[in-house]
């Protein structure tokens, strides 16, 4: 009924925070890690770890994603109206009670599995850069003995 509701909460507030996280990443300039990396067919790379916000923008694609899925499924089998109360859940208070159910269980628990999905990103990502990183460090190493 109105399950997509809650991942398109999230998504504003993602929203609103990666907004914020990009100001201060450009108004307090770090020095990026950047990282010369060799390929197998000895050609050089430049890599740099990606900002914060960058990877806050991958949530936000996700939540977006599913809640305009979801939102189109609804609006498909008819659950959303263009009169108010919009939402046919919302109509009547059994089904007012029924529909805030539903946001509870099953919006609550897709905004969660989409973080938890993103938050597996995050450890990917993390262990990518960090094995690029590392290995860069030992080529740099061994290049100065």
């Given amino acids: 009924m109105a399950c997509f509701l809650v991942p398109a909460a999230e998504a504003v507030i993602t929203t609103i925070t990666t907004k914020i996280i990009e100001k201060k990443e450009k108004s307090s300039p770090k020095k990026s890690e950047t990282v010369q990396v060799r390929l197998d067919d000895e050609t050089v790379e430049t890599a740099k770890r990606l900002p914060f ?8 694609h996700l939540l977006w994603g599913g809640s305009g899925l ?9 659950e959303i109206t263009p009169w ?6 919302a109509a009547t208070p059994e089904s007012t009670t029924e529909m805030l159910n539903e946001m509870s269980t099953v919006g609550v ?3 969660v599995l989409v973080t938890l999905i993103w938050g597996g990103m995050m450890g990917i ?6 094995k690029a990183l590392v290995g860069s460090q030992k080529e740099i190493e061994q290049e100065t003995e």
Avoid: D, V, Y
């Fill in 53 to 60: 916000s960058a990877k806050m923008k991958w949530l936000n």
């Fill in 109 to 111: 628990t897709m905004a």
């Fill in 84 to 89: 108010f109360p919009f939402l046919t859940g």
């Fill in 125 to 130: 990502s993390a262990l990518i850069e960090r």
């Fill in 70 to 78: 979801l939102a189109f499924e609804h609006l498909w089998h008819g």
